[in-house]
């Protein structure tokens, strides 16, 4: 017997010696869990362990869902209630991978808020905050392509938003917008192309960016609890940190793998705790674009964008949602240059914090802007009251058909008539003093800025009749439309020939 424990022993022993002999794995693996890290790196440091455990939850999750989901344009929407209601728990996998991928966002921003206030950013970590600074994008990236793979409601309106900012970029906007939606408009394609960024691009990016941050905290250590007057210099700062780790570090297991362990725990409870009680993520309503009649939401990690954007002059919005993100992610870059050596402790960096502060505090204001503010501020001024009758006085047949057809395609979901209705588009009480008949029917047929195009949804005796309509609204004194001679009913046909 204990012949057969010995000899078992050693064959298994000599069977990693041949593995480790051909692959160094146990040679590879060592500095990883035993590298020494500082005594007093505690608590503060458990919140890139724990975006790890969300994104590695994302993997095999993800995976899961990948089995059952139908990337068709057709299809995505009944999978995911197949999932929901047939799926033995089903709709757990999918509540646990959407709970995680906003846990994910989160704890991704406490952990570069940590970096931040301690300046663990500065030499040698400048490349550690740069490919974390990727790996936010990457995440980002992968919430956006997650929102549309839902290709409900919310996915189309979020695609709407982002296929229009696309379309705002000076010269290839066109271009953009097409790679993007995989054609001018959002259909079948479009879902197929996301699916394949959400599912391989993507998260193979991840992949490769998480090795490259995990190989560079393996080569810089991790940084010491800030202390006032400890200084980065950069000429002798490793060597002193290497002498220091040697001396007073603790190795990463047991010691410091601990706290993670247990930080983890309590979030993997949360986790399963909020995806029980709460449940998945839509899938909302079936993705129409005739369906204005929503009030669709961007998913968490972007509302504060959407907050924004309600803010916004509308004159200013192209500006400023193509120039804003471009700036933020340059200044997110350039952090670990503007300073790499000092002082890392927060007291001595009063300004630092301050723009931490601001940073946060702003965010969660529009957050909330963007949870509390309507889709369009009225949302009932078109279903409940009637288009108000002072527009409907002395006009034609043809004027009076396209205030019903105002009334049933939900313009007011946007537009205002006497101060009846949504806040989204512009107030149309004098549109018709604004715009030609021309300059009308293209708004109608071809939408833009934010507003849907219903070229396909109406046809063209509907689009003639709405036109018409909106070319009589004017201040009294003036002609209908800005032609010459529009008061006359244009021939219906006409709308056609654009
Ligand atoms: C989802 C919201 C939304 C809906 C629904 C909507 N619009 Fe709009 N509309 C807008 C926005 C936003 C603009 C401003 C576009 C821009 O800035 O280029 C706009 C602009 C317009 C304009 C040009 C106004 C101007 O002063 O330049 C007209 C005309 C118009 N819409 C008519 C309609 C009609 C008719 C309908 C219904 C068939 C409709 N809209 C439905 C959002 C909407």
Not at 11 to 39: C, D, N, Y
Not at 255 to 279: K, S
Not at 358 to 374: K, N
Request: with cysteine.
């Amino acid at each position: 017997m204990s012949f057969l424990t010995s000899a078992l022993l050693s064959s298994s022993k000599a069977t990693m010696q041949w593995i480790e002999e051909r692959t160094g794995v146990v040679a590879f693996a060592k500095p990883l869990l035993f590298h020494h890290v500082p005594r007093n790196a505690k608590w503060w440091y458990v919140f890139g362990s724990a975006t790890l455990m969300f994104f590695t939850i994302q993997l095999v999750t993800g995976v899961c869902l990948a089995t059952v989901y139908a990337p068709s344009a057709a299809q995505a929407w009944e999978s995911l209630n197949y999932i929901d209601k047939e799926v033995p728990m089903g709709w757990m996998l999918r509540a646990l991978h959407g709970w995680s991928s906003n846990a994910m966002v989160v704890m991704m921003a406490i952990h570069m808020l940590q970096v931040f206030l301690h300046a663990s950013y500065k030499y040698p970590r400048e490349l550690n905050w740069i490919t974390g600074v990727f790996l936010l994008l990457t995440t980002l990236a992968l919430a956006f392509t997650g929102q549309v793979m839902r290709w409900d409601q919310d996915a189309y309106w979020g695609l709407g938003i982002g296929a229009a900012i696309a379309d705002r970029i000076p010269l290839v906007g066109d271009q953009v917008r097409a790679l993007l939606l995989g054609g001018p408009i959002i259909g079948g394609e479009t879902l197929n192309r996301f699916f394949a960024l959400h599912v391989f691009i993507l998260p193979g990016a991840a992949l490769g960016l998480v090795g490259l941050h995990m190989m560079l905290i393996i080569k810089n250590g991790i940084s010491e609890m800030p202390k006032p007057g400890a200084i980065v210099v950069p000429s002798t700062y490793r060597e002193g940190f290497e002498e220091r780790m040697k001396t007073e570090g603790v190795p990463f297991v047991p010691e410091a793998v601990q706290r993670d362990m247990v930080f983890c725990g309590v979030c993997l409870i949360a986790l399963v705790a909020l995806a029980a009680f709460y449940g998945p993520f839509g899938p909302g309503g079936m993705p129409d674009p005739t369906l204005i009649n929503t009030n669709p939401r961007p998913d968490y990690p972007f509302m504060w964008l959407f907050g924004a954007v309600s803010l916004l002059p509308p004159a200013s919005e192209t500006a400023i949602m193509l120039i804003a993100p471009g700036v933020g992610v340059l200044v997110l870059i350039a952090v670990p240059f503007l300073s790499n050596s000092g002082e890392r402790a927060p007291s001595k960096r009063p300004a630092m914090v301050l723009v931490a502060l601001v940073t946060v505090m702003a965010i969660a204001a529009l957050t909330w802007e963007g949870m509390t503010s309507p889709w369009s501020p009225v949302m009932d001024g078109w279903s409940a009251l009637p288009t108000p009758a002072k527009f409907t006085h002395g006009r034609t047949p043809l004027e009076m058909q396209g205030a019903v057809v105002f009334q049933f395609a939900q313009c007011r979901n946007c537009h205002s008539l006497d101060g009846l209705g949504g806040k989204r588009g512009p107030e149309l009480d004098d549109v018709a003093s604004r715009l030609s008949y021309d300059q009308l029917v293209r708004q109608v047929q071809q939408g833009g800025g934010n507003m849907p195009a219903y070229g396909k949804n109406l046809d063209s005796a509907q689009t003639a009749a709405v036109v018409a309509f909106l070319a009589t609204l004017h201040p009294s004194n003036e002609p209908d439309a800005k032609i010459p001679g529009a008061q006359l009913p244009p021939p219906p046909g006409s709308a056609n020939a654009h």
